[in-house]
């Protein structure tokens, strides 16, 4: 079974500061990894994902990723945020194939200051 | 992408009663699901949504408590009964088109039971 562990429950950062949400993940099996974002009172948006090919992955709102097989993580970074940054951010897994659930990680709350 | 809306968006119940909780999608999805988010927790997910058969629980969710129902490709509902304030939470449905490299959300349902 896959699982996902999100290693900070909250980052406090300030405007225009690099930013980096920690993600590890275990599976025996190939996976799929995403990234998710949460804006208050609103649904989730998907930032990036990372499927197969190279392992730095670009996403919206100028976040990306690398998906790190050796460490088996996939670390979420942006080199300079905004106040508008500020939501819970998700890390989810999938089974590569064959699978159809996502496991969500606990969630990390960004929260970006003036 | 998909579009998906849902009624109501955050609802105030009794202890006791039941409320249905609708989900639309702007066009046919290969899969619906739903989901719990808690307060200040990630998602869990109580049920896939199958379309023209019985949704399929995840384990600690039954049907008697989460009767789910999906008469198309666009459509679902989950009834959440004999509501206690343990069920204070949002409540999303997800979609997944075509090949499953993304899902969509709703935006959630807010429900509060007093």
């Known amino acids: 079974a896959q699982s996902v562990t999100q290693l900070d429950s909250q980052v406090p950062v300030f405007e225009e500061a690099p930013v980096e949400l920690r993600c590890n993940y275990s599976s025996s099996v190939s996976v799929y990894l995403f990234w998710y974002v949460q804006y208050p009172n609103q649904g989730l948006q998907l930032l990036l994902k990372?499927?197969?090919?190279?392992?730095l992955v670009k996403g919206i709102n100028g976040f990306e990723a690398e998906f790190n097989k050796s460490q088996t993580s996939f670390h979420l970074r942006k080199p300079s945020v905004h106040i508008s940054d500020t939501a819970e951010y998700f890390c989810?897994?999938?089974?590569?194939?064959?699978?159809?659930?996502?496991?969500f990680g606990a969630g990390t709350r960004l929260f970006v200051k003036a | 992408s998909a579009v998906i809306s849902q009624k109501p968006s955050r609802d105030i119940c009794q202890r006791g009663t039941s409320l249905t909780i609708q989900c639309q999608v702007d066009s046919q999805v290969t899969m619906m699901f739903w989901y719990r988010q808690q307060p200040g927790q990630s998602l869990t997910l109580i049920a896939t949504a199958n379309q023209g058969s019985e949704a399929t629980y995840e384990s600690g969710f039954v049907i008697d408590k989460f009767p789910i129902s999906r008469p198309n490709l666009t459509f679902s509902t989950l009834t959440v009964s004999n509501m206690s304030p343990e069920d204070s939470s949002i409540y999303l449905c997800?979609?997944?088109?075509?090949?499953?490299?993304?899902?969509?959300f709703g935006p959630g349902t807010r429900l509060t039971v007093l």
């Open positions: 989810a897994v999938k089974k590569g194939t064959g699978g159809f659930k996502t496991i």
């Open positions: 997800s979609v997944v088109k075509g090949d499953w490299d993304e899902q969509f």
């Open positions: 990372y499927l197969s090919g190279s392992t």
